[in-house]
């Protein structure tokens, strides 16, 4: 659980950093900034299972994002990869959230 949320909170880091630099998707980015911002409310505020598939996939797919964005922070011809995992991640964390009891 630990692990997700620390790239989770790597992901909301250098997407912060990236809506502050000019020429970026700003729009994209406060979009999946607010998604990320109330996920992570969300998982902190749930009992989870990070044995099922569902953590597991939004676990990999959480660090996955971490990596890009920060590396998009470097370069920022990763910018539009990066995003599409963002995207992806919070998907999964939608799904991990929503199949869960509440």
């Known amino acids: 659980m630990e692990n997700l949320i620390q790239n989770l909170q790597r992901t909301i880091r250098a997407l912060e950093t990236l809506s502050e630099k000019p020429q ?17 409310i969300d998982l902190v505020n749930m ?7 569902l953590f597991q996939q939004a676990a990999q797919t959480m660090a996955l994002a971490a990596t890009h964005t920060e590396k998009a922070v470097r370069n920022p011809a990763a910018l539009r990869e990066a995003l599409a995992l963002v995207g992806e991640a919070t998907n999964k964390l939608a799904k991990l959230l929503n199949g869960m009891p509440s």
């Open 47 to 53: 009992p989870l299972n990070p044995a099922s598939p």
């Open 24 to 40: 970026t998707e700003t729009e994209q980015i406060e979009e999946l900034l607010d998604q990320l911002f109330q996920q992570k």
